[in-house]
């Protein structure tokens, strides 16, 4: 029995010494397996020590480089942590670095990459993908731009103020080399009175975070306008007109809690003479898929008023015709006492496209006077050749030739009918 059971404990033995070896060498295989595939992983050129790429590096400066492109930063693995298995490393453990630091010598800008004596070069990053996207209003300017302005407007229920802060303007077009620019601030109506920026010398790209107040009633304030004139000051002092911004309150949710940002591109005033009875300015377009004839009807300017109190109104009715038969018409709001009115206000008709060679649109300034007793100021007749011609005709047959684009122009008052 004695030798039995020596038998049978050598046997469990030898059996325990095979699981054992077993395991190891499972174990070992499984630790070349990972270790080859992470070599295959960093090829092409299999692990690339640091000085390797040193190496690399020096020698591709001697090479034109694409400026087009954006230089990648190397992604290292530091050698004490090389061989280690990945899966299992923690956010929160900390790397020994080796005391063998050095930084890569470049010819080019300096870059925050440093290298370890014996790091493996995994990737690159490419830092174009962790950019914040650029501000578009920064960048995309439109073709023949004369200038974009920035400003906020806050108003105060409490204290009826307006508070404008005019932030700055960018890519002014000087008649001149230099450039002095500052900014009149107006707040329609009221044509009298004005607030002005300091002038920022020899710059088309003026910074002035500079902060304006209004006192102005609520219930006055949406029927106001913010009128910016950006100048140019030369060296005789004479000052030139740039270009405006006109921004009616009226569309604007104003409150306390909320400070609107606002960019505008800016536009070239018209500077011909207003003609006898004044001018109004509106855009066209037309939709031939939906049909749709749009009028945005912007802005008049030296009106002859028969009242000139500032209880007048004064409002802008565009009608369509065809065949000189009246099919609808439309109204603006009414603005109070302004010989130069501004409404930016949208209208929309339907005209089929057939329609376009008999249709015709009539735009005509009106003031209340006294009650329901209205006075005509002028008109204008924009169409095809069968009814215009001039200026009001080339606005018709550009807005044909312009689908779906908002084509704008300045046209004269007149009071023949």
Same mark, same amino acid.
């Given at each position: 029995?004695?030798?039995?059971?020596?038998?049978?404990?050598?046997?469990?033995?030898?059996?325990?010494?095979?699981?054992?070896?077993?395991?190891?060498?499972?174990?070992?295989?499984?630790?070349?397996?990972?270790?080859?595939?992470?070599?295959?992983?960093?090829?092409?050129?299999?692990?690339?020590?640091?000085?390797?790429?040193?190496?690399?590096?020096?020698?591709?400066?001697?090479?034109?480089?694409?400026?087009?492109?954006?230089?990648?930063?190397?992604?290292?693995?530091?050698?004490?942590?090389?061989?280690?298995?990945?899966?299992?490393?923690?956010?929160?453990?900390?790397?020994?670095?080796?005391?063998?630091?050095?930084?890569?010598?470049?010819?080019?800008?300096?870059?925050?990459?440093?290298?370890?004596?014996?790091?493996?070069?995994?990737?690159?990053?490419?830092?174009?993908?962790?950019?914040?996207?650029?501000?578009?209003?920064?960048?995309?300017?439109?073709?023949?731009?004369?200038?974009?302005?920035?400003?906020?407007?806050?108003?105060?229920?409490?204290?009826?103020?307006?508070?404008?802060?005019?932030?700055?303007?960018?890519?002014?077009?000087?008649?001149?080399?230099?450039?002095?620019?500052?900014?009149?601030?107006?707040?329609?109506?009221?044509?009298?009175?004005?607030?002005?920026?300091?002038?920022?010398?020899?710059? $088309? /790209? #003026?910074?002035?975070? *500079?902060? &304006?107040? =209004?006192?102005?009633?609520?219930?006055? %304030?949406?029927?106001?306008? +913010?009128?910016?004139?950006?100048?140019?000051?030369?060296?005789?002092?004479?000052?030139?007109?740039?270009?405006?911004?006109?921004?009616?309150?009226?569309?604007?949710?104003?409150?306390?809690?909320?400070?609107?940002?606002?960019?505008?591109?800016?536009?070239?005033?018209?500077?011909?003479?207003?003609?006898?009875?004044?001018?109004?300015?509106?855009?066209?377009?037309?939709?031939?898929?939906?049909?749709?004839?749009?009028?945005?009807?912007?802005?008049?300017?030296?009106?002859?008023?028969?009242?000139?109190?500032?209880?007048?109104?004064?409002?802008?009715?565009?009608?369509?015709?065809?065949?000189?038969?009246?099919?609808?018409?439309?109204?603006?709001?009414?603005?109070?006492?302004? $010989? /130069? #009115?501004?409404?930016? *206000?949208? &209208?929309? =008709?339907?005209?089929?496209?057939?329609? %376009?060679?008999?249709?015709? +649109?009539?735009?005509?300034?009106?003031?209340?006077?006294?009650?329901?007793?209205?006075?005509?100021?002028?008109?204008?007749?924009?169409?095809?050749?069968?009814?215009?011609?001039?200026?009001?005709?080339?606005?018709?047959?550009?807005?044909?030739?312009?689908?779906?684009?908002?084509?704008?122009?300045?046209?004269?008052?007149?009071?023949?009918?």
């Amino acid at each position: 029995t004695g030798q039995v059971i020596a038998v049978l404990g050598g046997a469990i033995g030898g059996i325990l010494l095979f699981v054992l070896i077993g395991i190891t060498a499972y174990l070992l295989w499984k630790k070349l397996c990972l270790l080859s595939s992470y070599e295959e992983l960093t090829s092409p050129a299999t692990t690339t020590p640091a000085k390797a790429l040193l190496q690399n590096q020096s020698s591709s400066e001697t090479q034109p480089k694409d400026t087009s492109r954006s230089r990648s930063v190397p992604f290292i693995i530091p050698p004490t942590l090389h061989g280690r298995d990945w899966i299992n490393l923690m956010n929160e453990e900390q790397v020994q670095q080796d005391s063998d630091l050095y930084v890569i010598p470049q010819s080019g800008p300096r870059s925050s990459f440093h290298s370890l004596a014996g790091a493996y070069v995994v990737g690159t990053i490419n830092p174009e993908l962790y950019k914040f996207p650029e501000d578009q209003s920064e960048t995309d300017f439109p073709e023949g731009s004369i200038g974009r302005l920035w400003f906020s407007v806050e108003y105060e229920q409490e204290s009826e103020r307006l508070l404008v802060s005019l932030i700055k303007v960018r890519k002014l077009q000087p008649p001149a080399d230099s450039c002095s620019p500052f900014v009149k601030i107006y707040l329609l109506p009221d044509e009298r009175r004005y607030l002005q920026s300091k002038t920022k010398r020899k710059t $088309l /790209n #003026p910074q002035f975070d *500079e902060n &304006f107040v =209004f006192q102005v009633s609520s219930k006055m %304030l949406f029927q106001s306008t +913010l009128k910016f004139l950006v100048y140019h000051v030369d060296k005789q002092k004479k000052h030139h007109l740039l270009g405006q911004v006109i921004f009616p309150l009226k569309n604007e949710t104003l409150t306390d809690d909320s400070k609107i940002v606002i960019w505008r591109d800016l536009e070239k005033d018209n500077l011909e003479p207003p003609s006898e009875y004044g001018d109004i300015q509106f855009s066209l377009s037309y939709n031939d898929y939906l049909g749709r004839l749009t009028v945005v009807v912007l802005r008049a300017k030296g009106l002859k008023l028969q009242d000139e109190s500032h209880t007048a109104s004064i409002y802008v009715k565009v009608s369509l015709m065809n065949h000189n038969k009246f099919i609808k018409s439309k109204k603006t709001t009414a603005v109070l006492g302004s $010989l /130069n #009115p501004v409404y930016n *206000e949208t &209208f929309s =008709f339907k005209a089929d496209q057939t329609e %376009l060679d008999t249709a015709s +649109l009539s735009l005509s300034v009106f003031q209340n006077i006294e009650g329901d007793k209205t006075q005509l100021l002028g008109h204008v007749v924009v169409g095809p050749f069968m009814y215009t011609r001039g200026k009001e005709l080339e606005h018709w047959n550009e807005m044909i030739s312009k689908p779906k684009e908002l084509v704008k122009r300045w046209h004269a008052l007149c009071h023949s009918t």
